[in-house]
């Protein structure tokens, strides 16, 4: 089937403007992940969910930063207030029960902030 | 802390010539490595994992937990090979989240 995908797939917003960038991961795929990567560096893990309860957001920069997903599908990282630092791409990644630590990345957003 | 580290940002061979992509790590535990790959304008994925101990497109990795390595190689390079790569670590078993090296860009040129 499809794999995980993510819109938008480009975001410039200005100082201070909220965002909300959504993805979609593979049907059937309980976990979901959300990852932040800035120019230059690996991904790093900002939140995590099974079905639909958040279990860690520990990654999460500030409380700024808010991820849901309300039905255990979709999911929706939002950032308030964005900051020039928040300018990274941000990964979702899915996986399944059976093979849980096998994460499937979608393409990314590239989030510029202005 | 967990910690993936990456120590090459650029390793550039010629066609044919073998590879290794370095990565060291430290877990106070017993974690699950993985080597992901991106090329030009397409997704991170999965290249393998050390609890399946395959050879994928060649390449092959194997957990040295005395050195606390898992380093990637490949006996001939080819020109496909060109692309990010990025090793990564997880707990055992259950879905966790990944720590990413840095990354490692390999250039083959013939």
């Known amino acids: 089937g499809a794999g995980v995908s993510q819109s938008p797939r480009y975001k410039v917003a200005k100082r201070g403007q909220d965002v909300a960038l959504r993805c979609d991961p593979i049907?059937?795929?309980?976990?979901l992940f959300w990852y932040q990567q800035a120019l230059g560096q690996g991904p790093e893990f900002l939140t995590y969910?099974?079905?639909?309860?958040?279990?860690?957001k520990s990654g999460l920069p500030s409380d700024r930063f808010f991820a849901e997903r309300p039905e255990g599908s979709v999911s929706t990282l939002k950032i308030q207030r964005t900051q020039q630092e928040d300018s990274a791409v941000y990964l979702c990644?899915?996986?399944?029960?059976?093979?849980?630590?096998?994460?499937?990345f979608g393409p990314g957003t590239r989030l510029t902030v202005t | 802390a967990q910690r993936v580290t990456q120590p090459e940002k650029l390793l550039s061979v010629f066609k044919g010539a073998p590879v290794e992509l370095k990565c060291n790590y430290s877990?106070?535990?017993?974690?699950?490595l993985f080597w992901y790959v991106q090329y030009s304008r397409q997704r991170l994925q999965l290249l393998l994992r050390h609890i399946s101990r395959e050879s994928i497109k060649g390449f092959t990795a194997d957990l040295n937990k005395g050195e606390t390595s898992f380093h990637l190689k490949k006996p001939f390079a080819q020109e496909e090979d060109s692309a990010m790569y990025y090793c990564a670590l997880s707990y055992t078993g259950t879905a966790s989240k990944l720590t990413f090296g840095t990354g490692t860009r390999l250039q083959v040129t013939l």
């Open positions: 990644a899915s996986s399944s029960r059976t093979s849980v630590n096998e994460q499937y």
């Open positions: 969910f099974q079905n639909e309860a958040q279990l860690d």
């Open positions: 877990y106070s535990g017993s974690p699950e």
């Open positions: 049907s059937g795929h309980v976990s």
